[in-house]
C-alpha cells in the first residue's frame, strides 16, 4: 500500500476532519470483509520479549508487521499463495505481510463512546467553539467537564440532524465503491427512491419509509422524526443561543447544583415528560396531560431519556442542528437592527446637553450602552466570519467535537529498549489512559433512567465523562506531569522551536548549500555575488565533473575529483565558464519577507567570505558587522531558469510591500557622495565671503589685486574657469585641483542646487547686472552666470555654473559614464579617479 | 634579478579619438608583485605633468582690458574666447628625429565680420602649426572687428626645473601674490612651473593692462590610466595595461618614450648624488 519511497505530495491541507473521515483514514479491511482498524486494548507491548500485543496499541493486525514480511506467527512470505481467501494476510494471526515500513503510515482507531471536544477549539482564544454557540468561556468549560447542564429537547437526542448525516456520510463517500462493504450498502438504497429527492440519503429514511407503509399513518408530531418532512420543515428549531429559546439553564433551581441534586431533578422531569402509551392513556394523569406516544400495540420501546445533558454530547447535538445560513442571516438582520439603534442612540447622545448634571447622568448611561452595543455587534462580526470560515473550507462546526479519535501510527511513537531500559514515547501513555476511560463510558445518545450503562448511578456517569474528556485533552493539547516528569503531548510535539514542522520540516539541513560570512563588494555589479573559491568549487562539484568529462580532461568520476583535489588550473577555468551562467540563491537567516532570499551570478573570489552589493543589504537587513549568509545552489535548467526569471535580484528593484524603490545607497554610500560633492565654500561660515568672490568677477584688476590678498589668506582659489568637463577633468589628474575646489563651468542645461535655508534667499537674488553698449547683457547670480547676445530674442545664452570637480566627476559617473562605455570601460576609469 | 627576457613594452590599440585626440593602450612588463604598482603610478604622474608643449601664456585682445569685458559685436564674451583658445593645439613643424628644445613667439589673429573665427584664422610663425584647425574661436557679426595677438611658448619641463630649481622656496612666494587673475593653483599644488624663466617673464610684462593671462601647465597628455593584472599568480609576476589619451600635439608612443626618458634621468641623477655622497 505505501511502500513507495516518497509519496508525491500536491498539497497539505489543515482543517477538520469528519468523524467519517477519520474513519476512512484508517480504514483496513480483511479479505473477509472484517474491519481492522479498531484499537480496543489498551496493552502496548510484552514487557518481557517487547512483542506487541494483540489489539493493543502495538498491534501487528492493526498497524502492520514489525519484521519485514513476516507475520506475528514467524512466518515469512512467500510468493505462492496457497490461499487466494487470505492473500498476502497469514490465516491464524491475520497480520498482513508487508514491509514493516508500513507501521510508520498507518492509524488506528479509538471510536469515543461519548463525544468529547477537541480541546484545542475549547482552549485557544478566540475559541472558535465558544463563538459558534454564543456561551461564555466558563459556560463552555464547565459543560465540557460536566459541572452545568443544558436542556436538549427530545428531537435533539432520539433523531440526528439531516445536516449531521450529510457531514458524517459526505458524498465522496458514496463514489468510493472499492471501499464499500455489504454494511454501507444500506446507506446507498434510498437514494434510488423517488420519495424525497431533495434530501440526503441516510439510515433514518429507510426507517420511516418502511414504517411509514407499514402502518400507513403518521406519526405524532411529537415523537416523529419531522425534521425530515418537506412540509414542516419551517418547524424545524431554529436556535438563537442568547436568547434562551431552546436551552434553558439550571440556574433557576440551582446555580451550584452538584451532580447528585442534578441526578434528581432528572428524574423528577423524566417521568414529568413520559409521554404514555396506548395501552396505558386510561391512566387518568396521561389521559388529560399529555398525547399519546403511538396508537401501535407492539412490545414498549423507551425513546425517552434525560433531558438534561451534558458534555460533548450536548455540543455535538446543538452544533449539528445548527442552520448556519440561517443562523448568519438571522446574525445579519441582528447587527443591521442594531447599529440603527446605535444610530438613534448616538443621535440622542449628540443632542444631550453636558452644562446639565442630569443629561451628563444620561450621557455616561448611554455611553456605556453604545460601548456594550459596540462589543455586540464586534461578536456577532466575528461570529459571521467564523461561519463564512466554516463554509468556505466546507467543514461543520460539528466536527470540532471528536467521535473517533485517530490513533499516531507506532511508528512514531516508538517503545524501544536501550541498553536494557525500556523507552517509551509520551504518547503511549496518553492513548492508554484515554482507552481505559473510554470502556467505562456507554456508547449511546438517548440514556434512559433505567439504562445500565449508568452503572446505577448519574454521578459516575458524569464523573466518566469528565475523566475522558481530560484524557484527549492531555493527549491534544495539555500533557500531563507523571512521576516528577512533565509528558509531551501531540501539539508539543508540533510547535515550538523544537516541534515538527520549524525543526524537522522548515529547518532542515539542504543539500548543495554553504554559509559563510559576508562582507562589502563595491565593485560588484548589482546582479553579482562574490563566491569565495573554495566554496564554489565544493557547491559546484557535480558541474564540475560534468564539465571536465564531456571536454574529454577525465573519463572517470575519479580522475575528476583528484583533479579537483589538486585544484589544477584547468577546474577554475571550467568553473569559470559553469558560473557564467549559474545563478546562486543568497539567504539570510530571518528570511521575514520574499527579499529575505534572492539570485545572484557568482564570480570567484579569493578569500573565505562572500561578497554581497551593498544596494542589496537592506533588502537582507544585513550589515557587515559578521552577518552570515547561506548560499543555495539551484540544480535543474529550469529552478536556474526561474531563479534568474523570479529572484535576480536585478528584478527586485521595488518592494513588494510597498513599492519604495528598493536599492537606496545607505551609510557609506551617503558619506561618499557627501564627502566627493561638497565643497570647500561650505567651510567658510560667512556668506560674504562668497559674494566678495564675486564681486571681484567684475571689477578692474587693481582692485582685484588687492582683493585677492584676502581671499588666499581663506585659501580658495578663485575664479578657476573651464568651458568643458574634461578640462576639468585633466586639470584634476594632473594635481591642479582638489574635489573641492570652486570652479566656474560652462554648461547649458539644468542645475538642482541644494541649499540650505538660510542661504535661499541669497540664491535666488540677482546681485549684478550689466549691459553694454552693443547690447549684450550679463546676469549674475551668487551660482550661476549668464551672457545674453544682443539680439533679444534669438540671442545666444551662454551660462556659467559654480561646482566643484567632486560634483562634476559624480554627474560624469551618472549621465556620461553610459555614453563612453563604448569606448572605454568605466570601470577602469573610476578605479583612477578613486585611486587619488 | 629581474630576468630581462621577459620585458615588454606593446602597443595594442591606437587610434584616433573625436576632435583630434589620440588614443593608445600599452601592455607593459614584466614586473615582480608591487613593481608594477610603483611604474605605473610614477609613469602616470610624469605623462600627466612633465610633456613639455606649446603654450599660450598671455593674450592681448584689441579693446578688452580684463577678461570679463566684452567686444562690440562679437558674441562670444572675452572670457568665452580666451576658453576657446585654450582649446588649440599647436607642434613644431620639425623633422621627427630633431630635437625640439624652446621657442618663444607671437601668434596673431585679425577678422572682421561678419562670419566665424576658426583656430585655422591664426597667423603663426613658420615653425608652429596648428593641428586643431577646426576649433571655433568667436563668432562675428557685422562691423565686428576681432583682433588679438598671444605669446606662444614651447615648454620643457625637465629643462627647466634642472635650471630653476634652487628658487623654489622663494619664487612660490613671489607667484602667490603676483599672478593675480591668471587662472591660478598655487595654493593647491606649487608646481615646479611657477619658479621658472615664465615667471620671470610675467613679472617684467605685468605692467601692460590689457595682458590676459592663460594656463601656464602645457597638457598635451590628457588621461592616463593604468589597471595591473596578474601574468603568473605563482610567482606574483604582474604586468600594467597603460591606456593614455593626448590632445593630438603629439603621439602616445612617444609620450611613453619620452615620459619613461625623463623617469630614468631623475632616478639616474639620484643614483649618481648618493654614490657620491657615500
Not at chain 1, 501513555?429 to 484515554?434: D, G, L, M, N
Not at chain 2, 603621439?251 to 657620491?276: G, H
Request: aromatic share 12%; charged share 25%.
Amino acid at each position: 500500500m505505501s511502500t513507495r519511497k516518497s509519496p508525491f505530495f500536491k498539497k497539505a491541507e489543515i482543517s477538520l476532519a469528519s468523524p467519517k473521515a477519520i474513519e476512512i483514514w484508517t480504514e483496513r479491511y480483511f479479505p473477509n470483509g472484517q474491519p481492522i482498524n479498531e484499537v480496543t486494548s489498551s496493552e502496548t507491548v510484552n514487557y518481557k520479549t517487547l512483542k506487541p500485543e494483540p489489539h493493543g496499541l502495538f498491534c501487528q493486525t492493526i498497524f502492520g508487521p514489525v519484521v519485514d514480511f513476516t507475520c506475528a506467527c514467524g512466518k515469512k512470505a512467500t510468493k505462492l499463495v496457497k490461499n487466494k481467501k487470505f492473500r498476502g494476510y497469514c490465516p491464524k494471526c491475520g497480520v498482513e505481510r508487508t514491509s514493516s515500513r508500513v507501521r510508520r503510515y498507518r492509524l488506528g482507531l479509538i471510536k469515543l463512546k461519548q463525544p468529547v471536544a477537541h480541546s484545542l477549539y475549547v482552549s485557544h482564544r478566540p475559541s472558535p467553539l465558544r463563538l459558534c454557540l454564543g456561551w461564555s468561556t466558563k459556560r463552555l468549560q464547565a459543560v465540557l467537564k460536566a459541572v452545568e447542564f443544558c436542556y436538549l429537547p427530545l428531537i435533539f437526542t432520539t433523531f440526528q440532524s439531516e445536516r449531521e448525516c450529510f457531514s458524517f456520510f459526505p458524498k465522496s463517500f458514496l463514489l468510493l465503491r472499492s471501499q464499500l462493504t455489504q454494511k454501507n450498502e444500506v446507506f446507498l438504497e434510498p437514494r434510488s427512491s423517488g420519495f424525497n429527492e431533495n434530501l440526503s440519503s441516510s439510515f433514518f429514511f429507510k426507517e420511516k419509509k418502511r414504517s411509514k407503509r407499514k402502518t400507513g399513518k403518521v406519526f405524532p408530531l411529537r415523537t416523529s422524526p419531522r425534521l425530515f418532512h418537506k412540509k414542516h420543515q419551517k418547524n424545524r428549531p431554529r436556535l438563537v443561543f442568547n436568547h434562551g429559546v431552546i436551552e434553558a439553564r439550571l440556574y433557576g433551581i440551582a446555580y451550584d447544583a452538584t451532580w447528585p441534586k442534578v441526578e434528581e431533578f432528572q428524574e423528577f422531569l423524566f417521568y414529568l415528560w413520559e409521554q404514555s402509551f396506548f395501552y396505558e392513556s386510561s391512566i387518568p394523569y396521561y389521559a388529560f396531560a399529555k398525547g399519546v406516544k403511538s396508537y401501535k400495540e407492539e412490545i414498549p420501546k423507551r425513546e425517552q431519556s434525560y433531558a438534561l445533558q451534558t458534555g460533548g454530547l450536548a455540543l455535538q447535538q446543538i452544533l449539528s442542528h445548527h442552520d448556519s445560513s440561517r443562523f448568519e442571516y438571522d446574525l445579519i438582520y441582528l447587527s443591521k437592527k442594531v447599529s440603527m439603534i446605535l444610530e438613534i442612540l448616538k443621535e440622542n447622545m449628540a443632542s444631550l446637553n453636558l452644562d446639565y448634571e442630569d443629561d451628563q447622568k444620561e450621557y455616561k448611561k448611554l455611553l456605556s450602552k453604545v460601548k456594550k452595543l459596540d462589543l455586540l455587534l464586534l461578536k456577532w462580526k466575528r461570529q459571521r466570519e467564523l461561519y463564512r470560515d466554516f463554509e468556505v473550507g466546507k467543514t461543520q462546526p460539528a466536527w470540532m467535537i471528536l467521535n473517533n479519535l485517530p490513533v499516531l501510527p507506532p511508528g512514531l511513537r516508538p517503545i524501544t529498549s536501550i541498553g536494557g531500559l525500556v523507552v517509551a514515547s509520551d504518547i503511549n501513555s496518553f492513548y492508554r489512559k484515554i482507552i481505559i476511560r473510554n470502556k467505562r463510558m456507554s456508547p449511546r445518545n438517548n440514556l434512559g433512567i433505567f439504562d445500565t450503562t449508568l452503572g446505577g448511578s448519574w454521578l459516575s456517569w458524569c464523573y466518566n465523562l469528565r475523566q475522558v474528556q481530560e484524557a484527549v485533552d492531555e493527549l491534544l493539547r495539555t500533557g500531563s506531569v507523571d512521576a516528577g516528569r512533565p509528558l509531551k503531548s501531540l501539539l508539543d510535539g508540533l510547535k515550538g522551536k523544537k516541534g515538527r514542522f520549524r525543526q524537522h520540516l522548515l529547518g532542515k539541513r539542504v543539500d548543495y548549500s554553504g554559509r559563510s560570512v559576508i562582507v562589502v563588494g563595491p565593485k560588484l555589479k548589482l546582479h553579482q555575488c562574490g563566491l569565495p573559491k573554495e566554496m564554489a568549487v565544493e557547491l559546484f562539484q557535480p558541474f564540475i565533473i560534468q564539465q571536465l568529462r564531456l571536454q574529454g580532461i577525465v573519463f572517470t568520476v575519479t580522475a575528476a575529483k583528484v583533479l579537483i583535489a589538486d585544484r589544477k588550473p584547468i577546474v577554475w577555468s571550467v568553473l569559470g565558464e559553469i558560473l557564467k551562467r549559474h545563478p546562486v540563491l543568497l539567504n539570510r537567516a530571518p528570511t521575514l519577507h520574499r527579499l529575505g532570499i534572492q539570485a545572484f551570478l557568482p564570480r570567484l573570489v579569493e578569500g573565505k567570505a562572500i561578497l554581497l552589493h551593498p544596494l542589496v543589504c537592506p533588502a537582507f537587513n544585513a550589515d557587515f558587522d559578521g552577518d552570515q549568509m547561506a548560499v543555495h545552489v539551484p540544480l535543474s535548467a529550469k529552478t536556474r531558469a526561474e531563479a534568474l526569471s523570479l529572484l535576480w535580484s536585478r528584478n527586485q528593484l521595488l518592494a513588494p510591500s510597498s513599492g519604495q524603490p528598493q536599492h537606496l545607497p545607505t551609510q557609506d554610500m551617503v558619506l561618499g557622495f557627501y564627502y566627493l560633492t561638497c565643497s570647500l565654500e561650505k567651510t567658510l561660515k560667512r556668506v560674504d565671503s562668497l559674494v566678495s568672490s564675486r564681486k571681484l568677477f567684475f571689477q578692474s584688476s587693481f582692485f582685484l589685486k588687492k582683493k585677492n590678498e584676502e581671499t588666499l589668506k581663506n585659501s580658495i582659489p578663485q575664479n578657476l574657469y573651464f568651458s568643458e568637463f574634461s578640462q576639468v577633468k585633466t586639470a584634476y589628474d594632473i594635481g591642479n585641483l582638489t574635489l573641492h575646489t570652486p570652479i566656474w563651468v560652462k554648461w547649458t542645461s539644468c542645475v538642482q542646487t541644494f541649499v540650505p535655508e538660510r542661504h535661499s534667499r541669497l540664491k535666488e537674488t540677482l546681485l549684478e547686472t550689466r549691459l553694454t553698449f552693443s547690447g549684450q547683457r550679463q546676469t549674475l547670480f551668487i551660482d550661476t552666470c549668464q551672457f545674453f547676445s544682443p539680439s533679444f530674442f534669438f540671442g545666444k545664452k551662454v551660462r556659467f555654473i559654480r561646482t566643484t570637480p567632486g560634483r562634476i566627476f559624480m554627474h560624469w559617473c551618472f549621465f556620461e559614464a553610459n555614453a563612453e562605455m563604448s569606448s572605454t570601460p568605466t570601470s577602469k576609469e573610476k578605479k583612477s579617479l578613486e585611486k587619488k | 634579478m629581474m630576468k630581462t627576457h621577459n620585458l615588454f613594452v606593446s602597443c595594442i590599440e591606437s587610434r584616433v579619438q573625436d576632435q583630434g585626440s589620440l588614443y593608445a593602450r600599452f601592455h607593459i612588463g614584466t614586473f615582480f608583485r608591487g613593481q608594477a604598482l610603483t611604474f605605473g603610478n610614477s609613469i602616470r604622474r610624469a605623462l600627466l605633468s612633465e610633456m613639455p608643449g606649446f603654450l599660450m601664456t598671455d593674450v592681448r585682445i584689441q579693446g578688452a582690458t580684463h577678461e570679463f569685458a566684452v567686444l562690440p559685436d562679437v558674441e562670444e564674451t572675452v572670457l568665452e574666447i580666451l576658453l576657446n583658445l585654450k582649446k588649440t593645439v599647436f607642434v613644431p613643424r620639425i623633422p621627427k628625429n630633431q630635437k625640439f628644445e624652446t621657442f618663444q613667439g607671437f601668434g596673431f589673429l585679425k577678422n572682421n565680420g561678419p562670419g566665424k573665427v576658426r583656430a585655422a584664422d591664426i597667423r603663426l610663425p613658420e615653425t608652429v602649426q596648428c593641428v586643431s584647425p577646426e576649433v571655433h574661436i568667436a563668432t562675428l557679426t557685422s562691423g565686428a572687428e576681432l583682433s588679438l595677438r598671444f605669446n606662444l611658448q614651447f615648454r620643457n619641463f625637465s629643462q627647466l626645473e634642472k635650471r630653476e630649481g634652487t628658487f623654489k622656496s622663494k619664487t612660490v612666494a613671489q607667484a602667490k601674490t603676483e599672478d593675480g587673475n591668471v587662472q591660478d593653483t598655487t595654493n593647491e599644488l606649487p608646481t615646479l612651473e611657477k619658479n621658472s624663466l615664465f615667471f620671470q617673464q610675467l613679472q617684467n610684462k605685468r605692467n601692460s593692462k590689457d595682458q590676459l593671462f592663460l594656463d601656464t601647465v602645457p597638457m598635451p597628455v590628457q588621461k592616463v590610466n593604468y589597471v595591473i593584472k596578474s601574468l603568473n599568480a605563482k610567482n606574483g609576476s604582474e604586468y600594467i595595461i597603460l591606456e593614455i589619451w593626448t590632445d593630438g600635439s603629439l603621439y602616445p608612443q612617444e609620450s611613453v618614450e619620452f615620459a619613461l626618458r625623463n623617469l630614468t634621468d631623475l632616478f639616474f641623477q639620484f643614483a649618481n648624488i648618493s654614490k657620491k655622497s657615500n
